[in-house]
């Protein structure tokens, strides 16, 4: 196992790639290989929490339009965690005032790292022109809410122990949540299935964009015509919030076709519309530990785009994997706790 870290590590640390001070606007910003980090990122925080030291001090800004219960409780909870200075600004003006950068550029000032929300991508675009000098997290826009994707993929590795080769399926509504799972899924060697309604049938705005951009998304998104064809075989099913009766999930059609182990997710809030409570309420529902994991995402995301981590690996771990000297100093069992989950994925 030292040998398998020792050469993970030693890549990990000479790697020319790196998300310090980059903005982070669009699933297509951060590569499959920076995604897979920002994961194994935050498994590392949730298995060793007494290296998040290293963020203390950094100043966090977030720019809301609107309130949102789970954007500012993450947030909230993850400067707590990292003892890092909060400052959370919800005004709708700056999304509708004609130079945005303007803005970006004053709050830019204040902050180490900025998270914003907006009802208009284009404003989140404009904003991140203006802030310079500071990493930009869009993580919430009418085209894409990457923070609830990145956190149910965590949860959904937690839970199966992988995700290249699970099938995920949509039913509902197209959205930027939807956008946001067809942009990052198929990358990680995940099938997405999905059926959308809205009154009858609708295709989502980047489905065009994504088929051209190579193998990997023409063969891993299947637009479905009927519920059967979505969830059969699926291991993970999520939905939001709509209207069309007609698809409603129902715990014995999903034991029925799914797959035998699978698990549920949705997006807050909900109807008695688009699934039975006995789904809601089952231990299949994932709901609860992804809104947890959201914390550890929005730390992993400080910790990669401040270049943090990269630098806590290197004091700690650097003797020990690079110069062989030290080894003394650390404990099968830390290995173990530290690396075992990110030696998984990286292989």
């Known amino acids: 196992m030292l040998k398998l870290a020792k050469k993970y590590y030693s890549n990990r640390l000479c790697s020319k790639s790196s998300l310090k001070g980059r903005h982070f606007l669009t699933p297509d910003d951060v590569s499959p290989d920076e995604m897979k980090s920002l994961l194994m990122t935050s498994i590392d925080l949730k298995k060793c929490p007494e290296y998040l030291k290293t963020l203390e001090e950094k100043h966090i800004m977030v720019l809301l339009n609107e309130p949102c219960m789970r954007i500012q409780t993450s947030l909230h909870d993850t400067a707590s965690m990292l003892n890092m200075p909060l400052n959370v600004l919800i005004s709708s003006a700056w999304t509708t005032c004609q130079n945005p950068e303007d803005t970006g550029k004053l709050l830019s000032s204040a902050a180490d790292i900025i998270f914003c929300q907006s009802a208009r991508h284009s404003k989140v675009e404009l904003f991140a022109k203006g802030a310079t000098t500071v990493p930009v997290i869009n993580i919430s826009s009418c085209k894409f809410i990457s923070l609830n994707i990145l956190s149910d993929l965590l949860t959904i590795h937690e839970h199966f122990g992988k995700l290249d080769g699970l099938t995920i399926a949509w039913v509902g509504h197209p959205c930027a949540l939807l956008n946001t799972y067809l942009s990052i899924a198929p990358s990680l060697g995940i099938q997405m299935n999905f059926l959308c309604r809205c009154g009858g049938p609708v295709s989502p ?25 979505t969830i059969s075989g699926a291991h993970v099913i999520t939905t939001n919030q709509h209207s069309e009766n007609n698809v409603k999930l129902r715990r ?32 299949n529902n994932l709901l609860w530990k992804s809104f947890v994991n959201s914390k550890w995402i929005c730390a992993a995301i400080i910790s990669e785009f401040l270049d943090s981590f990269i630098n806590l690996l290197q004091h700690f771990f650097g003797l020990l994997f690079i110069s062989g000297k030290g080894r003394n100093l650390f404990l099968p069992e830390l290995l173990s706790k530290f690396l075992y989950e990110r030696l998984l994925m990286s292989v």
């Open 252 to 283: 014995t059609y999903l034991d029925e076709h799914a797959d035998k182990n699978w698990v549920f997710l949705h997006t807050l809030p909900r109807s008695s519309v688009e699934v039975d409570e006995e789904i809601f309420n089952s231990k």
């Open 205 to 229: 705005a980047n489905l065009n964009t994504l088929q051209k951009q190579g193998n990997v998304y023409r063969e891993n998104i299947r637009e479905c015509k009927s519920l059967l064809e």
